[in-house]
């Protein structure tokens, strides 16, 4: 049998703050079990009967009575108080589909996920769903036809959380079985094994000794970096912070515009805003093209983040992917009592405070931070009310007439692979590679990361990157390039930005600084390149 668990917060103190409720407080199942019952209470709900989507085709057909087709759903919840360390700890077993009668702003987060982490042996896992969050956000599910490790799986545990394991649960010493034969865990925790009612406490004891275990930490423990944030008040206060940064133009590398759908970049031609008093066609999606859409006009927070909405386009006018909101489309950073805050697809993530400290104290010891005051600064002017900076070719042409540098961007090299850009820039008194991006969101800053490891990594293994860089320069350079010398290079990170009085690091957004850490550890550690890292105004 399978039945699915769920663990709610200390806050919860009594059954009925385990269930929604109705926009008149009333809870919305009814109550079916006896009410006497101290540490039990079971509440049944069943959905009013509807055509199902198909019945439309065939109605003008149908000779019998249509409402025998008509479909409904039952809903029940088991909900279960245990005494735990002189605590009332609430569970919730759902069944059909009782995970609709619970209130899930009060459940706790990840708990599936640690009973699996903790349960499961190191080769016991069958499949894995992830979330890539910050960049260019998408998730992904992976299955095995046997059990096996972890790290077999394409899940990379520094920019991306787990969001559902499957795994098969080992003994413990003294058991003559597993608490269960599957376990699935999520922020719930489903299981398979043959259960009775007077089963179910001592399993819930069971799923609370396996959270509480702190085994998974060994090994598991970067699921503590990210936890997805569902308490309402909190996203109140986190929304505000996003309209406000709204309101006051906030152009940062901390807020950008990132597709909350994998789009087929060869179909979508265009996207429509709308939902502000009028339509706007853009054919790329920044935070200045929405705020030009928004052309200073204040409205209330519910306007920004549900009224306006973005539809994706082919060359033909057909809508490629879902209509979605405006909210959706942000990436965004904040702080709030000291604690930092994603946004990114519509779904908030706290980060945790001890994990951006050990980032930060990482990336020192492979980046540093340079000041070219050579790099002069991006243009920026006012174009009919649009923002509108400078081109990165336009901009890395005008080094052409300087003797200090060698413009590489748009020269590129080929291979059996494809063709790359070796860099945008070479300085040639210190022998710098240098890759410029102007900010436009954390995507861009990821490619930004990966052109300067990929580059770095072919002249390292192909002479033929060597000869290319060594042909490209010598207009300019006496330098002759070998694999004894191609480590005298340093990889430089440019990235183009407004001005701020903080260093580069400080302002890059968190998974930004991830992606960076790891680049700049393979470049250092593997490559054998000296990384830094600088920023370059714009205006």
């Known amino acids: 049998?399978?039945?699915?668990?769920?663990?709610?917060?200390?806050?919860?103190?009594?059954?009925?703050?385990?269930?929604?409720?109705?926009?008149?407080?009333?809870?919305?199942?009814?109550?079916?079990?006896?009410?006497?019952?101290?540490?039990?209470?079971?509440?049944?709900?069943?959905?009013?009967?509807?055509?199902?989507?198909?019945?439309?085709?065939?109605?003008?057909?149908?000779?019998?009575?249509?409402?025998?087709?008509?479909?409904?759903?039952?809903?029940?919840?088991?909900?279960?108080?245990?005494?735990?360390?002189?605590?009332?700890?609430y569970f919730a077993v759902t069944l059909g589909f009782g995970c609709t009668l619970i209130d899930k702003d009060k459940i706790v987060p990840n708990f599936g996920l640690k009973v699996v982490l903790n349960s499961v042996k190191d080769k016991g896992f069958k499949s894995i769903e992830s979330k890539a969050v910050g960049t260019m956000s998408f998730q992904k599910r992976e299955a095995s036809s046997m059990v096996t490790h972890i790290n077999e799986f394409d899940f990379n545990s520094a920019t991306e959380i787990l969001n559902k394991l499957v795994g098969i649960p080992e003994k413990e010493d003294g058991e003559e079985e597993s608490f269960a034969n599957k376990v699935i865990g999520g922020d719930s925790c489903k299981i398979v094994s043959k259960v009775e009612f007077d089963d179910l406490k001592v399993k819930c004891q069971k799923l609370y000794e396996m959270y509480k275990s702190l085994k998974y930490k060994e090994k598991y423990g970067f699921i503590d970096h990210v936890k997805h944030i569902k308490d309402k008040d909190l996203i109140d206060k986190l929304e505000e912070n996003l309209y406000q940064s709204l309101i006051n133009r906030q152009n940062d590398l901390k807020i950008s515009i990132a597709y909350p759908d994998l789009l087929e970049e060869d179909r979508c031609s265009y996207f429509e805003l709308a939902g502000h008093g009028g339509k706007q066609l853009e054919y790329c999606l920044t935070i200045e093209t929405i705020y030009n859409y928004l052309n200073g006009k204040e409205q209330d927070k519910e306007k920004y983040f549900k009224k306006i909405k973005i539809q994706p386009y082919d060359s033909e006018g057909t809508p490629c992917a879902d209509n979605r909101r405006l909210y959706d489309y942000f990436v965004y950073e904040t702080q709030l009592d000291r604690n930092t805050y994603v946004l990114s697809t519509g779904k908030w993530y706290e980060i945790d405070n001890t994990h951006i400290q050990e980032v930060n104290s990482e990336i020192s010891n492979f980046v540093t931070i340079s000041t070219y005051q050579e790099l002069r600064p991006f243009k920026k002017e006012v174009i009919a009310d649009k923002i509108k900076i400078e081109a990165e070719e336009i901009y890395n042409s005008d080094f052409d007439a300087s003797n200090n540098f060698v413009v590489l961007d748009q020269k590129l090299y080929h291979n059996s692979n494809g063709k790359i850009e070796i860099a945008d820039l070479y300085y040639i008194p210190d022998k710098k590679l240098i890759h410029i991006k102007k900010k436009t969101n954390s995507s861009t800053l990821s490619h930004l990361f990966s052109q300067g490891y990929v580059s770095a990594y072919l002249l390292k293994t192909e002479q033929g990157c060597i000869d290319k860089l060594n042909e490209l320069i010598r207009d300019k350079s006496t330098e002759i390039y070998d694999k004894n010398t191609i480590n005298d290079l340093t990889v430089i990170y440019a990235i183009a930005t407004e001005r701020c009085e903080n260093n580069i690091i400080e302002i890059l957004p968190i998974f930004s600084k991830i992606n960076l850490l790891n680049f700049a550890k393979n470049l250092t550690n593997v490559l054998g390149y000296k990384v830094e890292i600088t920023q370059i105004n714009i205006g």
């Open 1 to 89: 049998m399978d039945l699915n668990f769920y663990l709610f917060n200390e806050n919860v103190c009594a059954f009925s703050n385990c269930l929604k409720k109705d926009k008149d407080g009333n809870i919305i199942a009814q109550l079916i079990s006896d009410e006497s019952a101290s540490d039990y209470q079971i509440y049944f709900n069943r959905s009013n009967s509807k055509a199902p989507k198909w019945f439309k085709l065939i109605s003008d057909k149908v000779t019998t009575d249509s409402a025998a087709l008509w479909t409904q759903y039952n809903s029940a919840v088991i909900l279960i108080k245990e005494n735990i360390n002189e605590n009332d700890v």
